[in-house]
């Protein structure tokens, strides 16, 4: 799952060549870094390996989302509808643009339904964002349609799913903007860092700046030279940053390749039990594969078996029971309850307070049945026969009981 896993000579090196400078700025010093623009590089191989064609690194993939709503023109008021399954960074980029988050179901593909986002359509809609959960991909074709016939941009969070494709794109290079995340536990790591993808010059021009102080890098070698034609904020990244990257990415195709040996592997012991069903891939053959995801036939029955896992210390991944805080609408309370130490807008905070009330049973049935396993590059065989086996072992035990309670 995460780069950091195989992390090796080719990364010190890269940040080696920094530190042999001592220039760890993306920008300017141009006779002092002798020759060494990670970020640039970094850029430019985010281009050509993912077939975008501009890319803008930015500090984190929260800045990277933030930068690309102001890029495509959405601030205060604008509503941008989302799923109720995320990271909780989708939503933060939305709330500092001033823009108003508008949270709808996923379905079994743990994305966006898309019947879903049609109902959620009201005159102030200015962009659906679809999230890549889980290391595969949202319903695209649809999603596109509905943008199209309504006049909407589609930003693509494909934070966590680095390498997955729809028809044969890479995800988050099909909307008019999309973004990945390179922080630690991410496909490919920097540490900490995110990028801006789009194939419009616009769009880019405006990341470019907007991720550094507003800067047009007209200037040549003298940044203060620089005209500032609109208001930007600091969201760079550093070169040693970048450095890790660029290294990273040279491997990523290993890292997918791997996964995907490793999660068929999983999987193939998984399907042995007949009552587990998995995700719906809107392209199977585009699963990045970092993640394997799974349900049970009921919620109390997945209750049980994480329940058990936990007990045996088997790492489980739900998102909706106990394990994680992070990723689903009904463990959001400081959203719910707009617990934010600045005031936000009239408009932000009703849509907030909206989200207490507001039905997500459909979504509840999807994600509180399902479990995420991680998939390690750092697996052997040997090792995922076991941890299959363990699975299916605690399923089939609850399984049995609630036969005999039944
Ligand atoms: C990780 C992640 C982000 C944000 O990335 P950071 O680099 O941690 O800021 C955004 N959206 C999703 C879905 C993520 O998984």
């Known amino acids: 799952m995460p780069g950091f896993e195989l992390f090796g000579e080719e990364e010190k090196k890269e940040v080696n060549d920094v530190m042999s400078t001592g220039i760890i700025m993306r920008y300017g010093f141009d006779g002092a870094r002798k020759g060494n623009w990670k970020a640039v590089a970094l850029e430019k191989a985010i281009c050509e390996t993912f077939g975008s064609k501009y890319a803008q690194l930015t500090s984190s993939g929260t800045s990277a989302l933030t930068t690309a709503m102001a890029s495509l023109g959405i601030g205060a008021g604008d509503e941008i509808i989302m799923p109720a399954f995320t990271f909780v960074a989708s939503f933060e980029a939305v709330l500092s643009t001033g823009a108003v988050p508008v949270l709808v179901d996923v379905d079994e593909s743990l994305t966006l339904n898309p ?12 962009c659906v964002m679809p999230v890549h959960m889980c290391g595969s991909m949202a319903w695209l074709d649809e999603l596109q349609q509905i943008c199209k016939a309504h006049k909407l941009i589609l930003l693509e969070d494909a934070c966590q799913s ?72 600091n969201y760079r990244i550093s070169e040693l940053h970048a450095a890790v990257g660029l290294a990273q990415i040279g491997k990523v195709h290993q890292f997918l390749a791997i996964q995907k040996k490793n999660h068929g592997l999983l999987k193939g012991i998984l399907s042995q039990v007949p009552e587990v069903s998995f995700r719906t891939i809107p392209d199977p053959e585009g699963d990045s ?37 992070w990723h689903y609408i009904r463990k959001w309370d400081h959203l719910k309850e707009v617990k934010s130490l600045h005031a936000l807008s009239a408009a932000q905070t009703e849509a907030l307070v909206k989200l207490k009330t507001q039905d997500f049973s459909a979504s509840d049935a999807v994600i509180g049945r399902c ?36």
């Open 115 to 126: 019947e879903a986002v049609r109902k959620a359509i009201t005159p102030k809609t200015k």
């Open 162 to 233: 680095i390498g997955a494709t729809y028809k044969g794109k890479y995800v988050g290079t099909i909307g008019d903007a999309g973004t990945f995340s390179f922080d630690f536990v991410k496909t490919i790591t920097c540490g900490e860092g995110g990028v801006v993808m789009t194939n419009s010059e616009a769009v880019y021009t405006n990341s470019d700046g907007y991720s550094d102080h507003g800067h047009d890098h007209k200037g040549g070698a003298d940044r203060g030279a620089d005209q500032h034609p609109f208001l930007g904020y």
């Open 289 to 325: 594969c970092s993640q394997l995801s799974w349900f049970l036939p009921s919620q109390d029955i997945a209750r049980a078996v994480i329940t058990e896992l936990k007990a045996q210390g088997i790492a489980a991944g739900n998102f909706y029971w106990f394990d994680n805080n």
């Open 371 to 406: 479990i995420s396993t991680g998939i390690s590059l750092l697996w052997t065989e040997e090792q995922i026969k076991e941890k299959g086996e363990k699975l299916v072992a605690v399923i089939q035990k609850v399984l049995r009981e609630q036969t005999v309670s039944a």
